[in-house]
């Protein structure tokens, strides 16, 4: 048992040095060739489709990663958690959602400040663009809910389901956020990044809390 927790946390740790490294790659290099090259790419494909049908569709996906969206749902939920006695867990949402999605993406637009794109834009947007907030607020909200699946229910396809259903939602709404012509792919890419660093120490700090809560 203790060689498994250590590398767990070995992994772990190597999950987060990959993530902020990629992340940093992403920030010092955004005016390089490469990005520019896969910005351009992806917004290319993602815009060459652009009708009225699927903007009202996209306008409603990224209600689910905007500050409205992902405070509601992070209310319900964490209502439903008081009222099934998973207390905690209900805590531990709503601290990793308001500090992460919320301060945490703040802090790191401004520090960037990278402009927003100057490409075809549906919808108009204000701030800075790195990183895509709906895109961390997303991926932020989503795998919490992911990880409070696996620790408060049993039963298994209920797990795989609700992270089967997590990655949809995320990906699509960092699409959204592309064709909607507000961000950048490197953007979403680091929302992405910035979001899976944050559920990743969220989650060991409530592990490690909750272990010693036990003893």
């Keep these: 048992m203790k ?26 290099n955004f005016d390089g060739t490469q990005i520019r090259h896969f910005d351009r790419r992806i917004i290319d494909l ?7 049908r699927l903007t009202t569709i996209m306008l409603w996906i990224t209600f689910f990663g905007s500050v409205k969206g992902v405070a509601l749902i992070t209310f319900i939920v964490c209502v439903c ?11 531990y949402l709503a601290i990793t959602v308001a500090l992460g999605a919320g301060g945490f993406n703040q802090i790191l637009k401004l520090i960037f400040k990278r402009a927003r794109p100057d ?15 709906h895109s961390m607020g997303s991926m932020i909200l ?3 809910l992911a990880f409070i699946l696996f620790k408060a229910y049993n039963r298994m396809w209920a797990k795989i389901l609700g992270v089967v259903v997590g990655v949809v939602l995320v990906f699509i709404i960092g699409i959204s ?4 012509g507000v961000h950048y792919p490197s953007d979403v890419l680091g929302g992405y990044l910035a979001g899976a660093f944050w559920i990743l120490i969220c989650m060991i700090a409530f592990t490690y809390f909750e272990g010693r809560g036990k003893k």
């Excluded at 958690?81 to 209900?90: A, E, M």
């Excluded at 956020?177 to 909607?180: A, D, E, F, K, P």
């Design 81 to 91: 958690l008081y009222i099934t006695r998973h207390r905690l867990l209900g805590m």
């Design 46 to 52: 993602v815009q060459g489709h652009i009708s009225d």
């Design 119 to 133: 490409i075809q834009p549906i919808i108009a947007e204000s701030g800075y663009s790195f990183p895509s907030g």
């Design 3 to 28: 060689k498994r927790k250590i590398y767990l946390g070995v992994f772990l740790c190597i999950l987060l040095v990959i993530f902020s490294w990629t992340f940093l790659e992403i920030a010092n």
């Design 142 to 144: 989503y795998g919490s």
């Design 177 to 180: 956020r592309i064709y909607l």
